[in-house]
């Protein structure tokens, strides 16, 4: 992902990073911060590559994020839930933006969420943080009990959700689940694996439509070949 000649983002965290913390463990601390600037507004992403994929920026959420600066969506005032929030970039953006936004992710996983969100949402829309478990209402997973987020969302989005064969079916029992009558999702995902184009087709069996934003609608500078932005709604009777 490429800014003019200017690499700004690195599968794994890059981007313009600095260490996080100086202090007696300074040695010892893996975490650092990306600064990504949304609208004119500078924010601060911590991250951490020694914690799992959670802690870390991915370019996905990046092309999401500058497809939020051109999209003409007013978001003020929207009901946004952000799954595998991660760091948290998409879903702060868009509480800059005055959306009423919850970020989420996996119970144990949130430290890092918690912290951006604490440190990058000062004023506009508000920005709750939620940990989720994706799947069948009612079920229990490795991870507890799923999460019924109920389906009173004006918009859900997320980035890189589709990542393995056995993610794939809870993330489509939560997406059923949690859109309402004028739910729209937009996602963006990088193909990584032919297997993963299988989650389109299933999307169109559970009763979803979607539609991939041309090129010349997304960011002009943050884009790249490999990764999607996706429109979804659940189809009309």
Known sequence: LREGNRQVGLRGGGGDAAMAEDGENAAHDTSFVENFE??????????????????????????????????????RGMKVLDLGSGCGLTGICL?????????????????????????????????????VVWGEVGTTTP????????????????SDLVYSDESTPALLQTFLRSCGARTEIIMSMELRRKEDLNFFKRLVEVGFEFEKVPKEKCHPVYSADEIGIFRIRKKKA
């Open 143 to 158: 991870w507890g009990e799923v999460t019924d987020l109920g389906s009173d969302w004006d918009y859900i989005v997320g």
């Open 38 to 75: 949304f609208l004119g507004t500078e924010l601060a992403i911590k991250q951490d590559t020694s914690t799992g994929h959670d802690a870390v920026l991915w370019d996905a959420a990046r092309v999401l994020a500058k497809y939020f600066e051109v999209v003409p969506i007013e978001w």
């Open 95 to 131: 509480a800059t933006l005055g959306a009423q936004v919850t970020v989420s992710e996996l119970p144990g996983k949130t430290q890092m969420l918690a912290h951006n969100v604490e440190h990058n949402v000062q004023k506009e829309g508000s920005c709750a943080v939620l940990e």
